[in-house]
Nanobody, 125 residues
Framework: QVQLVESGGGSVQAGGSLRLSCGAS????????MAWFRQTPGKGREGVAA???????IYADSVKGRFTISKDNAKNTLYLQMNSLKPEDTAMYYC???????????????????WGQGTQVTVSS
């Protein structure tokens, strides 16, 4: 059974940094496409970044140059390094995974069948 567990969220001032982690179990991360989504109250989940099984990455325009997605296949862990954080980055962040089939359509929730429980990130001005 695939399980994803996020950690690393917290409160930080604008301009600060956080690193989110997503520990995966029940499958081999190297065969999967992984992504980070975020959600604020009353809105749907927004794709933040994704990394495919071959290591190729893609980012939402709103986080390009500030966030970096990476993975450690040996540790079966996905990361999101978030720098230069802004108040508008405040959200619940979710890790998602599914068997790799390319990055086209990655930013839609329906692309991924497995989700973590989320970790809250709060950025104050």
């Amino acid at each position: 059974q695939v399980q994803l567990v996020e950690s690393g969220g917290g409160s930080v001032q604008a301009g600060g940094s956080l690193r989110l982690s997503c520990g995966a179990s029940g499958y081999t991360l190297s065969s999967y496409c992984m992504a980070w989504f975020r959600q604020t109250p009353g809105k749907g989940r927004e794709g933040v970044a994704a990394i495919d099984s071959d290591g190729s990455t893609i980012y939402a325009d709103s986080v390009k140059g500030r966030f970096t997605i990476s993975k450690d296949n040996a540790k079966n862990t996905l990361y999101l390094q978030m720098n230069s954080l802004k108040p508008e980055d405040t959200a619940m962040y979710y890790c998602a995974a599914d068997l790799s089939r390319g990055l086209m359509g990655w930013a839609t929730e329906s692309y991924f069948g497995y989700w973590g429980q989320g970790t809250q990130v709060t950025v104050s001005s």
